[in-house]
Each structure stands twice: as C-alpha cells, then as structure tokens.
C-alpha cells in the first residue's frame, strides 16, 4: 500500500503539472494537493495507520512525524487542504496557489520518499518511476 501511494503521489504531481502547464489552475490545485494526500498517506501505512479524513491525516503526520516532517511543510500541507477545498467546491483558485500547492507537492513526495526509503528501503527502480 505504501507503493501504490507514493506511485499515486507521483502520478498526481505529473498531473498537476500538466493541467497548470495548459493554464487549468483549478485543476492544478487539486491535483497538487492530492498528491501531497497520497505522499502523506504512505507515511501513515508505513507506521500501521490509516487516515479518517483529510485534516485527521495532517493531525496524525504532526503527532507520529514531528521529528522527521518540518512544521513549515506541515503547515503548507494545512493550506492546501484550505486551497483544494476553495479550488473543489468554491471555485477559487489562482496561479499563485496552483503553484504554491505544486511546490508543496514536490517537497512532500521528496520528504516522503527520503523517510520510507530508510524504512522500507524503496528500490532504485520505484524512485526512477516516480
């Protein structure tokens, strides 16, 4: 389940770049912030875990990574669940919290892979497919 996670983390990230790429920032956001859901999740699984809804997620990630997860990326993790929920179900969005949630993206599926690899030794060959 961890793999399929980071795999789906991946896939999203890609996604999110290629909607903002054609200019659909809505989508982008989502997309963005879905991966930052999968990237979070692995970490979860990896510790026998499993979330009860998005802001159960964030809380659980501060309580069992507080000391391998930055509070600032953390707190980025927090805004895009703010960003994703305007973006879904408001129609608020913007280039600049496309990108904002799209850099978040990138940094929590890297922080993700670097913890799980020490832990479940991630294989050279999942991380060329990410």
């Given at each position: 389940m961890v793999l399929k996670e980071l795999d789906a983390a991946s896939t999203d990230l890609k996604e999110a770049r290629d909607s903002q790429n054609r200019g659909g920032l809505?989508?982008?956001?989502?997309?963005?912030?879905?991966?930052?859901?999968h990237?979070?999740?692995?970490?979860?699984y990896a510790k026998g875990y499993r979330e009860k809804g998005h802001r159960g997620l964030l809380r659980a990630?501060?309580?069992?990574?507080?000391?391998?997860?930055?509070?600032?990326?953390?707190?980025d993790f927090e805004d895009a669940i703010?960003?994703?929920?305007?973006?879904?179900?408001?129609g608020v969005y913007s280039d600049e919290g496309a990108r904002a949630v799209?850099?978040?993206?990138?940094?929590f599926l890297d922080s993700a892979r670097t913890i799980l690899k020490s832990r479940l030794n991630v294989s050279r060959e999942h991380k060329k497919l990410c």
């Open positions: 809505k989508w982008a956001t989502i997309q963005a912030y879905y991966s930052i859901f990237s979070a999740r692995a970490l979860l990630l501060r309580e069992l990574y507080r000391a391998e997860l930055r509070e600032d990326l953390l707190d703010g960003m994703r929920e305007a973006a879904d179900y408001g799209t850099e978040t993206a990138e940094d």
